[in-house]
């Protein structure tokens, strides 16, 4: 199944949220490094990301973007296993 913009942001805000560089990022959310490059920039506009020393790192706003995210997303889950 593929992931949409969401699933994609929460996946680099989880990975980047004690820090991260952008290989870990890559690695760490399965992503390319093209891709990547798109999501952070978006992210640190929009204030989710900020970026030290070659290191990203969530800010409090893309903490509430992953709460916010996993609130929305559990019940959704579990009605997909409820279905299967």
Same mark, same amino acid.
């Given at each position: 199944? *593929?992931r949409n ?7 680099? &805000? #989880?990975?980047?949220? @004690?820090?991260?560089?952008? %290989? ?13 490059? *798109? ?6 506009n929009g204030?989710? &990301? #900020?970026?030290?020393? @070659?290191?990203?790192?969530? %800010? ?25």
């Amino acid at each position: 199944m *593929r992931r949409n913009d969401l699933d994609i942001c929460a996946d680099i &805000l #989880n990975v980047a949220q @004690s820090g991260a560089r952008k %290989t870990q990022i890559v690695y760490q959310a399965n992503l390319n490094f093209k891709i990547v490059k *798109r999501y952070l920039e978006r992210l640190t506009n929009g204030g989710m &990301l #900020n970026s030290e020393e @070659s290191r990203f790192y969530t %800010t409090e706003k893309g903490v509430a973007f992953i709460e916010n995210y996993r609130a929305l997303i559990s019940p959704m889950k579990a009605m997909e296993v409820a279905q299967d």
